[in-house]
């Protein structure tokens, strides 16, 4: 764990490589990937990364909280929030 996360210019040089493309095609790809993904989701509610996971949009309620440096009750107003589920394959071969 020790590693850093890879870059964006290090993931499109990885996938050039692995698919015979250039860098920029590569970029260019990886881009095409994320608008696609962000216009789905906004879209449908949902967009599936196959072996990856799923993006997701969720209406979260309104809700009671509380200021933690006041201790005052705060109303939390009603949102909509995108999460990620990570796919049980992947999440299986990494965590093993």
Do not use: C, H, W
Not at 19 to 25: A, E, G, R
Not at 59 to 81: D, F, L, Q, S
């Amino acid at each position: 764990m020790a590693d850093k996360p890879l870059t964006k210019s290090q993931i499109a040089a990885a996938v050039a490589e692995a698919n015979d493309l250039t860098k920029k095609q590569a970029a260019d790809l990886l881009a095409s990937l994320a608008d696609l993904a962000i216009s789905s989701t906004k879209s449908t509610g949902a967009f599936t990364f196959p072996g990856i996971g799923k993006l997701k949009l969720v209406n979260r309620k309104a809700r009671m909280g509380r200021n933690p440096a006041t201790g005052e009750t705060i109303k939390i107003p009603a949102k909509t929030v995108v999460k990620f589920a990570v796919a049980k394959a992947a999440k299986d071969s990494i965590a093993s």
